[in-house]
T-cell receptor, first 113, second 114 residues
């Protein structure tokens, strides 16, 4: 089955620790995206990548970092510099281009204690 | 700046009743428009999309949406709601310029009464 997987589903970390969220896709999509979702705020773009070894900041990139070493993978690191990291994180991918549909993974809920 | 507004944060309808969820956008160019649905704790599923052509778009699960350029709107409709339609619905605008970026509305939570 083709799709996007995110792991783990739930993640707990202590304040001050970095944490990496996994996102893998086997759709052969070029573009991948990370969103943050908070109640009542919709989805906000953190980072996106249109091609391997290249990525751009989204609207709320501060306190986050990404890498894109493989086409299938786009891990997101939430660093200790992120002031309010507790949220639901969604990864998405699309074939390429401005008009392509984004397909979403199941999400990871991060709770920082 | 580009923006998407979903005026209704929460809507409650009775099962079998019709549904309309509103979406207004602010964007200078011709938009690419999407409606997604999200069940609690899950990812987003695409319901339908508008790129060009016929302004009435059919989607999955019996949903449809109409693009009205004069009103900058892309409202989602369903003639008869089922209890399984209870979820959160997001409208999104795709930006031109080949970035693939989407701007999402804040979402509308749909509750269905038996």
């Amino acid at each position: 089955d083709g799709g996007i997987t995110q792991s783990p589903k739930y993640l707990f970390r202590k304040e001050g620790q970095n944490v990496t969220l996994s996102c893998e896709q086997n759709l052969n999509h070029d573009a991948m995206y990370w969103y943050r979702q908070d109640p009542g705020q919709g989805l906000r773009l953190i980072y996106y990548s249109q091609i391997v070894n290249d990525f751009q900041k989204g609207d709320i990139a501060e306190g986050y970092s990404v890498s894109r070493e493989k086409k299938e993978s786009f891990p997101l690191t939430v660093t200790s510099a992120q002031k309010n990291p507790t949220a639901f994180y969604l990864c998405a991918s699309s074939a390429q281009g401005e008009a392509d549909t984004q397909y979403f993974g199941p999400g990871t809920r991060l709770t920082v204690l | 700046a580009q923006s998407v507004t979903q005026p209704d944060i929460h809507i409650t309808v009775s099962e079998g009743a019709s549904l309309e969820l509103r979406c207004n956008y602010s964007y200078g160019a011709t938009p690419y428009l999407f409606w997604y649905v999200q069940s609690p704790g899950q990812g987003l599923q695409l319901l339908l999309k508008y790129f060009s052509g016929d302004t009435l778009v059919q989607g999955i699960k019996g949903f449809e949406a109409e693009f009205k350029r004069s009103q900058s709107s892309f409202n989602l409709r369903k003639p008869s709601v089922h209890w399984s339609d209870a979820a959160e619905y997001f409208c999104a605008v795709g930006l031109s310029g080949n970035t693939g970026k989407l701007i999402f509305g804040q979402g509308t939570t749909l509750q269905v009464k038996p």
